[in-house]
Each structure stands twice: as C-alpha cells, then as structure tokens.
C-alpha cells in the first residue's frame, strides 16, 4: 500500500470515528433508574411519533389505527415535554381525533442514531421508547404561538405546506406515560412527574 493511500485510509477512518462519536455525544440517555427523565429525553430527541386513534372509516370503524405525524415539544434544547402537531382536518386521524380525540402516540430512540451505533433493535428494551395516552387538543393565542416556534424550529418544511388546508396547531394532553429502556417490564410516569423531570442535557 503507498503511502498516500495510508494516509487516505487513516483519514476517512478518523472521519467516521468522529462522525459516530459525535452522534453519540448528541443522544446520551439518562440513567434507567430515572424514568421520568428518560421519557422527557425521548420526547425531545424525536422528530416523528406513531399515533393510535380509534378509527371512523369504514371498513376499520372503531378498530385501533395507526398514523405517522411530526411533532416537536420544544425548540432544540428547550423541550417542554408537551409534543405539539400541525394537522388539517382533510387528514384520516384527524378525522377520528373529530370524533373521538382520545390517542396514544409512540416515541422511540430508534428515530435517532442511538440504537443503530449500539447495535440495539427497535424491538429491543434497550432501544429506548415512550408510549402516551391521553387526547390532541387544538391550541390557540400564546400557546399556538409557541406551538408554531416549536414546530417550524425543526421542521421548516412546514411553512410551506398549501394554506387552503387550514392548518391548526394541537397539542397532547398527557393522561399517562408508559417507558420501557431497560430489562424488566414497562414502566409507568405519572403526568405530575413527566413534567417536573429536568431536561436531560448532554455531558461536554
């Protein structure tokens, strides 16, 4: 091998080394013992959730359904806990949340480059996620506000979304938190405690 395709080699090798340390400094998960704080940190690092409602459409009429939306509990670094949606009412979940505004919504690391450079699967308890209950509540004045801020912040691609879809602001109202990162069940938060749980901030 020369020696200017050693070089080349320990170059790109350093590359990648940094690329996988960097993205591992910027998804560092709180203890497990924490729970509330893992919750939080899982709903602040997501972009995207799976969200359940109960449908309305034939021909899956009250059975559970599954849609994917973006949400954003905050700007980055500055996560509330509360995930907020931009939706319109032509869109088939908001159609139930109209009927029935009860859902869960499904957040998980395995959005993030966390499980992938640790080798865990989505499936695994290691990978960690949070599943919420509760209802989707359009938000007005201040909050809508903030909503917008926080949205927009991370996904600029709404501002361009066509206006004659109406689009309103929502926010979940969590009733329950559920987490599984670690071996041994799920893990129960109360809604008192998800919020009182500090933002976990990354070491430098």
């Known amino acids: 091998m020369s020696a200017l ?3 080349s080699c320990v170059l790109l090798l350093g590359l990648l080394f940094a690329s996988s340390s960097s993205c591992r400094d910027r998804v560092r998960i709180p203890p497990h013992d924490q729970v509330a704080r893992v919750a939080r940190f899982v709903a602040h690092q997501v972009d995207w959730a799976s969200m359940a409602t109960v449908s309305t459409h034939e021909p899956v009429v009250g059975r559970p359904f599954s849609n994917v939306f973006s949400v954003s509990d905050g700007p980055e670094s500055s996560g509330t806990g509360v995930p907020y949606m931009y939706l319109t009412r032509m869109e088939i979940s908001v159609q139930d949340l109209q009927v029935n505004p009860e859902a869960s919504l499904s957040m998980s690391l395995a959005q993030t480059d966390f499980c992938r450079l640790q080798g865990f699967d989505p499936q695994s308890p290691l990978c960690a996620h949070v599943i919420l209950t509760g209802s989707v509540l359009e938000v007005k004045g201040l909050e809508a ?19 004659d879809h109406n689009w309103f602001f929502c926010k979940f109202n969590i009733t329950q938190v559920w987490v599984l990162d670690y071996f041994g069940g799920v893990k129960t938060v109360s809604p008192e405690d998800y919020f009182l749980a500090s933002l976990h901030k990354k070491h430098h």
């Open 5 to 7: 395709l050693r070089a």
């Open 145 to 163: 506000e903030f909503a917008k801020k926080s949205l927009f912040s991370r996904h600029p691609e709404m501002m361009e979304w066509p206006s």
